[in-house]
Each structure stands twice: as structure tokens, then as C-alpha cells.
């Protein structure tokens, strides 16, 4: 298994995804309100994990630039799909990841990574690389599963087993005392930790980091 086999997984299911209604839709528009109280009018901002777009398309208005990014480029054709229903002159979307685009020149003002960081195979090597995307004093914004603090039959017999039959993509399971600690090993200080769920008592934090000068 691996990055493309991931990317393959999520070209299959894209459409399906897109259909799909937000499971906690109060919770999700409390995230996107704390969040775009943190963004600048002259913000670059780097999405990462966009899927078909819905976040970019509600946030990416009131910034300098906005690049949402996805390793599925079926999610991407759905985005650009919406965006040209409705364009939003800021917005730009493309299929890469971070690590990709650590190597590249351009550096970003936030990035946000919303249920994202549980999908990639090698959570330190991704949170180094947002780092390095990141402009000085940078914001790094995330809202991720913590299936280690989920119920153990979901974790350990269900999802192992959907991966298996190729119905679920691949999962990193680790306790959000955990991830806590892995952004703050990556070079961030944690600003703000909430939870904005309104159904169940899942695992969800949504983080605020600070690159560290």
C-alpha cells in the first residue's frame, strides 16, 4: 500500500464523498467560524487534504490567495467543478502534497489540515513538512480523529477490516494526547485546543499551532 494506492482509493469513492452529507453539520460550521477568525485579508493559505472543495470554497473569500490541495485528482475535478459554478478569484486548486510542496519556494501564512492528518501514512514526516511550508509566525489550523481515544471495535476489528475488503482508505490511529505532542515535536507551539462536536463524544480536536520562530 501506498501514497498512490491512498489517492487511487479516493479517485474510486470521489463522487460518493461528494453526495455525502456532513455528519455533524453544526460542529463543522463552528470550525469553519473559529477559523475564518483567524484568517487575514492579506493571508496565503494552504489547504491541504480539500477534497472536493467545500472548505476552500467558503473560506478562500476573504484572503490574498488560497490553495487547496488533494492527493486524489478525481476530489480536485470535483472542486474545480464548483469553483467554476462559483468562482472565487483567490482560490486555486491543485493535486500535490505537502511534502511536494516543501520543496518548493513558496511559503504560506496558514495552512489548514481538517480531517486530514489521520489519512497521511507518515503523520511526524507531514507535520515537518508544514512546517517548512510555513512563513515565520505561521498558523498551522487542524481538526483531526483521534481513533485512539474512539472506541477499540471500531479501530481494531472494523476499520482493519474494511481496509481489507478496500472499503475504508488507510487510517494512522494514535490519541490526541499523542498528536499533541507530535505537532509540538514537529516546531510548534499549541495556541488553542477546542472541541467543536455536537453529536456523540468523539475525538476531534481542533488545533491551533504556531510555527516557533
Known amino acids: 500500500?501506498?501514497?498512490?494506492?491512498?489517492?487511487?482509493?479516493?479517485?474510486?469513492?470521489?463522487?460518493?464523498?461528494?453526495?455525502?452529507?456532513?455528519?455533524?453539520q453544526a460542529g463543522y460550521e463552528r470550525t469553519l467560524d473559529r477559523t475564518h477568525a483567524l484568517l487575514r485579508s492579506n493571508d496565503r493559505v494552504l489547504e491541504l487534504g480539500c477534497g472536493t472543495g467545500t472548505t476552500a470554497l467558503r473560506l478562500a473569500g476573504g484572503v490574498k490567495a488560497y490553495l487547496a490541495t488533494d492527493i486524489s485528482a478525481a476530489m480536485i475535478a470535483i472542486a474545480e467543478e464548483k469553483r467554476a459554478a462559483a468562482p472565487v478569484p483567490a482560490l486555486a486548486f491543485r493535486t500535490t502534497t505537502a511534502e511536494t510542496l516543501a520543496q518548493e519556494p513558496a511559503r504560506f501564512d496558514t495552512v489548514l489540515g481538517f480531517n486530514y492528518l489521520h489519512l497521511v501514512r507518515d503523520v511526524p514526516g507531514t507535520l515537518r513538512g508544514i512546517h517548512a511550508v510555513l512563513a515565520p509566525g505561521g498558523l498551522f489550523v487542524s481538526k483531526t480523529p483521534c481513533l485512539g481515544n474512539m472506541n477499540a471495535l471500531v479501530r481494531l476489528v472494523l476499520l482493519p477490516a474494511m481496509r481489507a475488503i478496500g472499503k475504508a482508505p488507510h487510517v494512522s490511529v494514535f490519541a490526541a494526547a499523542d498528536l499533541d505532542r507530535e505537532i509540538r515535536a514537529a516546531g510548534f507551539d499549541i495556541v488553542a485546543t477546542e472541541d467543536h462536536s455536537t453529536k456523540g463524544t468523539e475525538a476531534r480536536p481542533w488545533i491551533v499551532a504556531r510555527k516557533k520562530a
Open 1 to 24: 500500500m501506498s501514497i498512490a494506492s491512498d489517492a487511487r482509493f479516493w479517485d474510486r469513492t470521489s463522487r460518493k464523498y461528494a453526495k455525502a452529507a456532513i455528519a455533524d
